[in-house]
Every structure is written in C-alpha cells, then in structure tokens.
T-cell receptor, first 114, second 109 residues
Framework: ETGVTQTPRHLVMGMTNKKSLKCEQHLGHNAMYWYKQSAKKPLELMFVYNFKEQTENNSVPSRFSPECPNSSHLFLHLHTLQPEDSALYLC?????????????FGSGTRLTVV | GENVEQHPSTLSVQEGDSAVIKCTYSDSASNYFPWYKQELGKGPQLIIDIRSNVGEKKDQRIAVTLNKTAKHFSLHITETQPEDSAVYFCAAHDYKLSFGAGTTVTVRA
C-alpha cells in the first residue's frame, strides 16, 4: 500500500445506478485529486481539493460529483453514467496542490458502466 | 495549458539492454518533471524527477535528462531487468501536473 487507499477496487454499475468511490490518505497531505485513466491516453485530471476547498474542476460532466469532507477523505459520487465513463479512476494526494511534487497515487477503482 | 507528448507508446527491449523514453512539453514555465512507473493493478509511483535548474539526474540504473531550450526530457534505464516491465509516464508541472500518454515497456528475458 502506498498510503492512499481506494475502495472499491472494482465496480460494475448500470447507467441508472448511483454509486460512490472512496479515497483515504493518512499521509498528512492537504491536497487530494481525482484522475481518470483510459487506455493509451494521458491521465486526465478531474478535480482538485486543496485544504478541503475545490480548486479545480476540469470541465467534468455533472454526473460526476466530488466531495471532500476533510483533508484525509475524498469521494466521487456517480450517477447516470455512460459506457464511455468506463475507466480506471485514480485518487492521489500531495502536500499542497500548488507544488508539483510529492504526489502519491492509490491503486485505483476499475469502473465498468454497462 | 501544458501539453506533454511521449514517445514511443510501446517499447520492447532485451534484458540487459537500455531503454529510452522521450517527452516534449509546450509551456516554458514548467519547472518540474517527474517520471512515474505503473505496474499492473497498481497506481503510478514516482521513480525519478528533475527540476528545471538541473540538466541531468541519476539514481542507480535510472537517469533523466532535461533540455529546457528544446523543451524535452528523457528517461534512460540501463541494464534492464524483467521487473522493469511496466507503463512509464512522464509529466510536467507549470501550475498543475500534466501527463504524457504513457510508454508500455516490455523486457524480454
């Protein structure tokens, strides 16, 4: 384990379902991130939270809704997803989002939308 | 925003040979360039990084070079071993971290 824990590891959901992804870190970091990883594409930044405040929403559709109740926990709430949303969703944390270094990634949640 | 291009997308090398992965970036304000290794079923892990005030950095069998004028940087792995097989990502940081598309490296025994 890297210090960033993501659950569940795998998730299959229908297009009408509502589900949530969870990320937890106990590294003392203040920034947390959601990335989408699709095959043969660069990691796609979705959301950034720095000191519990959302600082970046990278034009993500509203069917993805992040929540950061404290610096250690990050959620991604999913509803009415499309098949093209199937991907590996990675959570990361770092000391401060204004710094580029010190990112620690979780192992990801493999999401399949059917 | 920053645009990072990475080549090649796949690389197959014989065990013991060297592997080189190249990246270019577009934003001259980028000042930090990490490399990540992602093994199957795991998230990316930092393996080496370089800052804009340094031209080269080495850590055992891994080295990174940076040419700020040309806006490109490279990862060099020497004496490759089967455990080096993975997907490697370069990244560049201006105000956020932007990633390349990844290189799948296969080391043949």
């Amino acid at each position: 384990e890297t210090g960033v824990t993501q659950t569940p590891r795998h998730l299959v959901m229908g297009m009408t379902n509502k589900k949530s992804l969870k990320c937890e870190q106990h590294l003392g970091h203040n920034a947390m991130y959601w990335y989408k990883q699709s095959a043969k594409k660069p990691l796609e930044l979705m959301f950034v939270y720095n000191f519990k405040e959302q600082t970046e929403n990278n034009s993500v559709p509203s069917r993805f809704s992040p929540e950061c109740p404290n610096s250690s926990h990050l959620f991604l709430h999913l509803h009415t997803l499309q098949p093209e949303d199937s991907a590996l969703y990675l959570c990361a944390s770092s000391q401060d989002s204004n710094l580029g270094y010190g990112y620690t990634f979780g192992s990801g949640t493999r999401l399949t939308v059917v | 925003g920053e645009n990072v291009e990475q080549h090649p997308s796949t690389l197959s090398v014989q065990e013991g040979d060297s592997a080189v992965i190249k990246c270019t970036y577009s934003d001259s304000a980028s000042n930090y360039f990490p490399w990540y290794k992602q093994e199957l079923g795991k998230g990316p892990q930092l393996i080496i990084d370089i800052r804009s005030n340094v031209g080269e950095k080495k850590d055992q069998r891994i080295a990174v070079t940076l040419n700020k004028t040309a806006k490109h940087f490279s990862l060099h792995i020497t004496e490759t071993q089967p455990e080096d097989s993975a997907v490697y990502f370069c990244a560049a940081h201006d105000y956020k971290l932007s990633f390349g598309a990844g290189t799948t490296v296969t080391v043949r025994a």
